[in-house]
C-alpha cells in the first residue's frame, strides 16, 4: 500500500494597523507563535487585526509596502505628509553630509587661518540657511524648490 503525503497549504495572517491601513507583519500558518495572541474569533494578533491570504498572494507582495483596506490587501499608498517628511528628511540629509564633509576645511581654517577651497564657506551658510528653509517647508512644491545640489 502506497502512502501518499497531504500537501500542506500554506496560508499567512497578516497583522495591519487599523489607523494607518499599514501591513505590520505576515505570519506564517506552519510556524508556532509562543509570544503572540492570537485570536481567531476576533481575527486579531496582540489586539490588531488581521487578514488571511494564500502563499501565492505572499508571494507578489514581496518587497512591497503593503495595507490592508475593507479587508482586501492592497499597495500601500503614501499620504501627502508621509511624501513631504521623506522629501525634508532627504533634503536635511543633503544639508548635514555636506556641511559633514566639509567640517574639515572649517576646522583647519579656524586653527590656522587657511583659507577654505573657493565657494565651501558661502555654501557652507546656504546649507545652514536651507535647513531652517526646509524645516519651515509645508507642501511637496516648496520642498523641490529647494536645491540642495552643493557641487
Not at 502506497?2 to 499567512?12: L, P
Not at 481567531?40 to 507582495?61: L, Q, R
Not at 482586501?72 to 508621509?82: A, F, H, I, S
Request: proline share 2%.
Amino acid at each position: 500500500m502506497e502512502v501518499i503525503e497531504e500537501e500542506k497549504i500554506i496560508s499567512f495572517k497578516v497583522r495591519y494597523n487599523q489607523e494607518t491601513t499599514k501591513v505590520e507583519g505576515y505570519l506564517p500558518s506552519f510556524m508556532n507563535y509562543p509570544n503572540n495572541v492570537i485570536d481567531e474569533e476576533a481575527k486579531t494578533i496582540d489586539g490588531s487585526p488581521y487578514i488571511e491570504i494564500t502563499e501565492e498572494e505572499h508571494e507578489t507582495v514581496l518587497g512591497k509596502q503593503m495595507a490592508v483596506v475593507d479587508g482586501v490587501l492592497v499597495e500601500y499608498t503614501k499620504t501627502d505628509n508621509e511624501l513631504i517628511e521623506e522629501l525634508k528628511n532627504s533634503k536635511l540629509v543633503a544639508c548635514t553630509y555636506y556641511l559633514n564633509s566639509t567640517d574639515w576645511q572649517a576646522i583647519r581654517k579656524a586653527d590656522s587661518g587657511e583659507a577654505m577651497k573657493d565657494g565651501v564657506a558661502e555654501n557652507r551658510a546656504l546649507a545652514r540657511s536651507l535647513q531652517t528653509d526646509i524645516n519651515e517647508a509645508s507642501t511637496i512644491e516648496e520642498l523641490q524648490a529647494i536645491n540642495t545640489d552643493f557641487a
